[in-house]
């Protein structure tokens, strides 16, 4: 079993900053890519940003720079740093990943964190 926790949501004013973190623990061998999902009140969860075991990162074209994936795999852990937040931006983040365990590869879900943005 593997438990994806994510933190660091909260209220914020428009153009403010914050950073949202998931840990992952459990019985598994290694991590491969993780994501960042969002989902606001109304539509679809979409992919934010994602990066790979090795550092590559993807980020979607809506955030035109604004936020920054990482990630440390001593710690299996995946950072999302959000500036220059706008109300749009408002929704509950999700974090997923790839693990394989000795049940071969699986993908796993957060509970998410909520993000909003209003002054």
């Known amino acids: 079993q593997v438990l994806l926790v994510e933190s660091g949501g909260g209220l914020v004013q428009p153009g403010g900053s914050l950073r949202l973190s998931c840990a992952a623990s459990?019985?598994?061998?290694?991590?491969?890519?993780m994501y960042w999902y969002r989902q606001a009140p109304g539509k679809q969860r979409e992919l934010a940003a994602s990066i790979t075991r090795s550092g590559t990162t993807n980020y979607a074209d809506f955030l035109k720079g604004r936020f920054t994936i990482s990630r440390d795999n001593a710690k299996n852990t995946v950072h999302l740093q959000m500036n220059s937040l706008k109300g749009d931006d408002t929704a509950v983040y999700y974090c997923h990943a790839d693990v394989i365990s000795n049940l071969g590869t699986r993908n796993y879900w957060g509970q998410g964190t909520q993000v909003t943005v209003s002054s």
């Open positions: 459990g019985t598994f061998f290694r991590i491969d890519t």
